[in-house]
C-alpha cells in the first residue's frame, strides 16, 4: 500500500503528501484537517512505510510549536 494512496493523506501538499530527506531518513507526511485520529492512522501508516522497506523508529506531532516525538511498536521478529 502506496501512503499517498490512504483516504487521510493530503496529496495536494508535498509531492503528492508525501516528502522524503534522504539524508536525514525523515519522512514528512501530509494529513488532511480531519485526520486526527491518530491512534488508527498510525498503524495503517507504519504498514505503508513496512511495505516500502523501511523500518519506522519514531512518528512526530507538532504541539505549540514544539516537536513531540512517538515511538513506532516495534515490528515482530521473524524467526
Known amino acids: 500500500m502506496k501512503l499517498r494512496k490512504?483516504?487521510?493523506?493530503?496529496?495536494?501538499?508535498?509531492?503528492?503528501?508525501?516528502?522524503?530527506?534522504?539524508?536525514?531518513?525523515?519522512?514528512?507526511?501530509?494529513?488532511?484537517?480531519?485526520?486526527?485520529?491518530?491512534?488508527?492512522?498510525?498503524?495503517?501508516i507504519k504498514k505503508a512505510i513496512d511495505d516500502a522497506g523501511y523500518d519506522p523508529v519514531e512518528w512526530y506531532t507538532l504541539e505549540k510549536e514544539k516537536l513531540t516525538p512517538h515511538p513506532f511498536k516495534p515490528a515482530p521478529k521473524k524467526k
Open 6 to 44: 490512504l483516504d487521510f493523506i493530503d496529496t495536494k501538499r508535498f509531492k503528492r503528501g508525501v516528502d522524503m530527506d534522504v539524508k536525514m531518513q525523515l519522512l514528512t507526511i501530509a494529513l488532511k484537517n480531519d485526520a486526527d485520529e491518530k491512534l488508527l492512522i498510525t498503524p495503517l
